[in-house]
T-cell receptor
Framework: AQSVTQLDSQVPVFEEAPVELRCNYSSSVSVYLFWYVQYPNQGLQLLLKYLSGSTLVKGINGFEAEFNKSQTSFHLRKPSVHISDTAEYFCAVSDKTSYDKVIFGPGTSLSVIP | DAGVIQSPRHEVTEMGQEVTLRCKPISGHDYLFWYRQTMMRGLELLIYFNNNVPIDDSGMPEDRFSAKMPNASFSTLKIQPSEPRDSAVYFC??????????????FGPGTRLLVL
């Protein structure tokens, strides 16, 4: 079974500053990895995903994430955040061998301070 | 495409009443998922369907919860009888089937349920 850990429940950051949201996973098999974003009072939407290939994945809104197999991590980064990035961010994992179900992490609340 | 449609968007009911939440997935998507989100427990998968067939309902809290998918364009999640601890936001998501796996999930806007 897979599990996802997001160590930071809340991350405040000033506008135009860089940010990194941490995600670690555990799995006995190879996995696919995702980051989803949830804006207030909305459903989740996909930011980016890692399925295979290059370990550096670029997503929407200037976000990117790097898959590190040895450290079982998939941290999300953005070099300069905007007020509009204030949202809840969820890391998620699914099993490559039977990819139907996605396991979501507890989420990290990003607050961008003007 | 209109995206995943959920109704109602908000529901307030009294303890003991039956609650039915509805979901219309994106046309052509083979998978449908029901999630519950609370502050305490985060996002929990309740049940998911593949081609209208329930695949995994291990996340359904108890017998008071039931879900159906009578056809490819409609699913319901029913709570009977409802209890205050069922208060949460319930999300429906759908996903296409590509290359032997369920790809990116597309979430609906959610139904905010309050049981008094």
């Amino acid at each position: 079974a897979q599990s996802v850990t997001q160590l930071d429940s809340q991350v405040p950051v000033f506008e135009e500053a860089p940010v990194e949201l941490r995600c670690n996973y555990s799995s006995s098999v190879s996995v696919y990895l995702f980051w989803y974003v949830q804006y207030p009072n909305q459903g989740l939407q996909l930011l980016l995903k890692y399925l295979s290939g290059s370990t550096l994945v670029k997503g929407i809104n200037g976000f990117e994430a790097e898959f590190n197999k040895s450290q079982t991590s998939f941290h999300l980064r953005k070099p300069s955040v905007h007020i509009s990035d204030t949202a809840e961010y969820f890391c998620a994992v699914s099993d490559k061998t039977s990819y139907d179900k996605v396991i979501f992490g507890p989420g990290t609340s990003l607050s961008v301070i003007p | 495409d209109a995206g995943v449609i959920q109704s109602p968007r908000h529901e307030v009911t009294e303890m003991g009443q039956e609650v039915t939440l509805r979901c219309k997935p994106i046309s052509g998507h083979d998978y449908l998922f029901w999630y519950r989100q609370t502050m305490m427990r985060g996002l929990e998968l309740l049940i998911y369907f593949n081609n209208n067939v329930p695949i995994d309902d291990s996340g359904m809290p108890e017998d008071r919860f039931s879900a159906k998918m009578p056809n490819a364009s409609f699913s319901t999640l029913k709570i009977q009888p409802s209890e205050p601890r069922d208060s949460a936001v319930y999300f429906c998501a759908s996903s296409p089937y590509q290359s032997g796996r369920a790809e990116t999930q597309y979430f609906g806007p959610g139904t905010r349920l309050l049981v008094l």
